[in-house]
Protein backbone atom coordinates (compact mmCIF):
# COMPACT_ATOMS: atom_id res chain seq x y z
CA UNK A 1 0.00 0.00 0.00
CA UNK A 2 2.83 2.71 -0.62
CA UNK A 3 1.96 5.72 -1.80
CA UNK A 4 -1.72 5.23 -0.83
CA UNK A 5 -2.89 8.44 1.48
CA UNK A 6 -6.17 7.54 3.31
CA UNK A 7 -8.86 10.03 3.59
CA UNK A 8 -11.64 9.83 5.85
CA UNK A 9 -15.49 10.68 4.67
CA UNK A 10 -15.34 13.95 6.76
CA UNK A 11 -11.73 15.38 5.44
CA UNK A 12 -13.52 14.21 2.20
CA UNK A 13 -15.77 16.56 2.40
CA UNK A 14 -13.45 19.21 3.72
CA UNK A 15 -11.53 19.26 0.47
CA UNK A 16 -14.41 19.34 -1.88
CA UNK A 17 -15.92 22.52 -0.20
CA UNK A 18 -13.10 24.89 -1.04
CA UNK A 19 -12.88 27.01 -4.12
CA UNK A 20 -10.70 27.72 -6.59
CA UNK A 21 -9.36 31.34 -6.16
CA UNK A 22 -11.26 31.47 -9.88
CA UNK A 23 -14.65 30.61 -8.33
CA UNK A 24 -14.42 32.80 -5.70
CA UNK A 25 -13.78 35.92 -7.78
CA UNK A 26 -16.32 35.16 -10.42
CA UNK A 27 -19.06 34.05 -7.59
CA UNK A 28 -17.45 37.68 -6.04
CA UNK A 29 -17.11 35.33 -2.52
CA UNK A 30 -14.77 37.06 0.27
CA UNK A 31 -11.16 36.12 -0.16
CA UNK A 32 -10.48 35.00 3.02
CA UNK A 33 -12.78 31.92 3.11
CA UNK A 34 -14.45 32.06 -0.42
CA UNK A 35 -18.17 31.30 1.37
CA UNK A 36 -19.51 34.56 2.35
CA UNK A 37 -20.63 37.21 -0.62
CA UNK A 38 -19.25 40.32 -0.52
CA UNK A 39 -22.17 42.41 -2.63
CA UNK A 40 -26.12 41.69 -1.74
CA UNK A 41 -27.83 39.11 -3.54
CA UNK A 42 -29.73 39.81 -6.48
CA UNK A 43 -28.08 43.60 -7.01
CA UNK A 44 -25.74 43.23 -9.81
CA UNK A 45 -27.83 44.74 -12.82
CA UNK A 46 -30.05 47.36 -10.49
CA UNK A 47 -29.30 51.19 -8.86
CA UNK A 48 -27.97 49.18 -5.74
CA UNK A 49 -25.43 47.54 -7.76
CA UNK A 50 -22.36 49.75 -5.90
CA UNK A 51 -23.74 48.70 -2.19
CA UNK A 52 -21.15 46.05 -0.75
CA UNK A 53 -21.65 44.38 2.36
CA UNK A 54 -19.62 45.60 5.07
CA UNK A 55 -18.43 42.05 6.53
CA UNK A 56 -18.60 38.81 5.35
CA UNK A 57 -21.04 36.61 7.05
CA UNK A 58 -18.82 33.72 7.51
CA UNK A 59 -15.76 34.89 8.59
CA UNK A 60 -16.23 38.23 9.72
CA UNK A 61 -13.29 39.78 7.11
CA UNK A 62 -13.86 43.58 6.56
CA UNK A 63 -14.67 43.85 3.08
CA UNK A 64 -13.68 48.15 3.63
CA UNK A 65 -10.17 47.65 5.78
CA UNK A 66 -9.52 51.20 5.31
CA UNK A 67 -11.09 54.57 3.78
CA UNK A 68 -10.10 54.63 -0.21
CA UNK A 69 -8.97 50.62 0.00
CA UNK A 70 -10.83 50.80 -3.24
CA UNK A 71 -8.68 53.50 -5.11
CA UNK A 72 -6.42 50.99 -6.97
CA UNK A 73 -8.98 49.23 -7.97
CA UNK A 74 -9.50 51.67 -10.64
CA UNK A 75 -6.45 50.98 -11.96
CA UNK A 76 -8.13 47.16 -12.37
CA UNK A 77 -11.22 48.36 -14.13
CA UNK A 78 -9.69 50.21 -16.94
CA UNK A 79 -7.09 46.78 -17.50
CA UNK A 80 -10.93 45.03 -17.42
CA UNK A 81 -12.28 47.78 -19.65
CA UNK A 82 -9.18 48.13 -21.93
CA UNK A 83 -9.43 43.81 -22.50
CA UNK A 84 -13.31 43.68 -23.08
CA UNK A 85 -12.83 46.43 -25.82
CA UNK A 86 -9.77 44.64 -27.42
CA UNK A 87 -11.78 41.59 -27.49
CA UNK A 88 -14.73 43.02 -29.26
CA UNK A 89 -12.24 44.97 -31.39
CA UNK A 90 -10.97 41.93 -32.72
CA UNK A 91 -14.21 40.66 -33.11
CA UNK A 92 -16.00 43.14 -34.76
CA UNK A 93 -12.48 42.89 -37.29
CA UNK A 94 -13.00 39.41 -37.34
CA UNK A 95 -16.90 39.16 -38.09
CA UNK A 96 -17.70 42.01 -39.76
CA UNK A 97 -16.38 43.77 -43.11
CA UNK A 98 -15.92 46.84 -42.67
CA UNK A 99 -15.29 48.47 -39.32
CA UNK A 100 -16.01 52.18 -39.29
CA UNK A 101 -15.31 54.66 -36.26
CA UNK A 102 -18.88 55.30 -35.26
CA UNK A 103 -19.38 51.48 -34.80
CA UNK A 104 -16.17 51.07 -32.66
CA UNK A 105 -17.26 54.19 -30.63
CA UNK A 106 -20.57 52.26 -30.03
CA UNK A 107 -19.28 49.39 -28.82
CA UNK A 108 -16.74 51.36 -26.47
CA UNK A 109 -20.05 53.04 -24.92
CA UNK A 110 -21.76 50.14 -24.70
CA UNK A 111 -18.70 47.76 -23.01
CA UNK A 112 -18.18 50.91 -20.70
CA UNK A 113 -21.89 51.85 -19.56
CA UNK A 114 -23.63 48.66 -20.10
CA UNK A 115 -21.17 46.71 -18.78
CA UNK A 116 -20.47 49.06 -15.66
CA UNK A 117 -21.59 47.05 -12.67
CA UNK A 118 -20.12 44.12 -13.76
CA UNK A 119 -16.38 45.98 -14.36
CA UNK A 120 -16.88 47.73 -11.11
CA UNK A 121 -17.74 44.76 -8.83
CA UNK A 122 -14.99 42.52 -10.03
CA UNK A 123 -12.05 45.14 -10.20
CA UNK A 124 -13.14 45.66 -6.18
CA UNK A 125 -12.81 41.73 -6.07
CA UNK A 126 -9.72 41.71 -8.08
CA UNK A 127 -8.08 43.97 -5.57
CA UNK A 128 -9.41 42.58 -2.10
CA UNK A 129 -8.16 39.48 -3.31
CA UNK A 130 -4.73 40.24 -4.43
CA UNK A 131 -4.02 41.90 -0.40
CA UNK A 132 -6.22 39.10 1.94
CA UNK A 133 -4.67 36.04 1.96
CA UNK A 134 -6.99 32.63 1.31
CA UNK A 135 -7.32 30.63 4.88
CA UNK A 136 -10.34 28.30 3.70
CA UNK A 137 -13.67 27.57 5.03
CA UNK A 138 -11.54 26.81 8.39
CA UNK A 139 -11.66 30.73 8.80
CA UNK A 140 -15.40 30.81 9.54
CA UNK A 141 -15.09 28.23 12.28
CA UNK A 142 -12.62 30.28 14.53
CA UNK A 143 -15.81 33.01 14.56
CA UNK A 144 -18.63 30.57 15.82
ZN1 LIG B 1 -15.18 35.25 4.69
Known sequence: MQGSVFISPQNLLTVNKKR??????????????????????????????MRMNERC???????MPEP??????????????????IAVWIAMYVLMDEVSLTAMLIAL???IF???????RLSRVLWIYIFVRYEGPEACKDRQ
Open 109 to 111: LVI
Open 20 to 49: SALSGILSMRCPRCREGTMFPENTLFTTKF
Open 68 to 85: GYYFGAMFVSYGLNAGFF
Open 114 to 120: GLLPVTF
Open 57 to 63: ACCGQSF
